[in-house]
């Protein structure tokens, strides 16, 4: 699947605004990214949400990927 990525998120992955992962989770995902982009792993804290077929997740890392979904990785905004 692609997986577009956003914002200030995309120094973390070498400039790339899209990113090739198979993944059937969004776990397996951020993994998968940590894997192949060390310096991803400082964000997922508190700086990653990941948008599927434009539903946000922030922290339930354990939902799904369907087939031929769309993937965003965006910052997380801050709330008060």
């Known amino acids: 699947m692609q997986v577009a990525v956003t914002g200030l998120l995309r120094a973390a992955v070498n400039g790339a605004a899209s990113i090739s992962v198979e ?18 792993e400082a ?3 508190s700086d990653v949400a990941v948008a599927i077929n434009g539903e946000i997740f922030r922290d339930n ?18 709330g008060g």
């Open 61 to 78: 890392w354990s939902e799904p990927i369907p087939r031929d979904a769309e993937v965003v990785l965006m910052p997380r905004i801050q």
């Open 43 to 45: 964000l997922l804290d």
């Open 23 to 40: 993944a059937a989770t969004i776990r397996e995902l951020l993994n998968k990214l940590v894997d192949r982009y060390p310096k991803f």
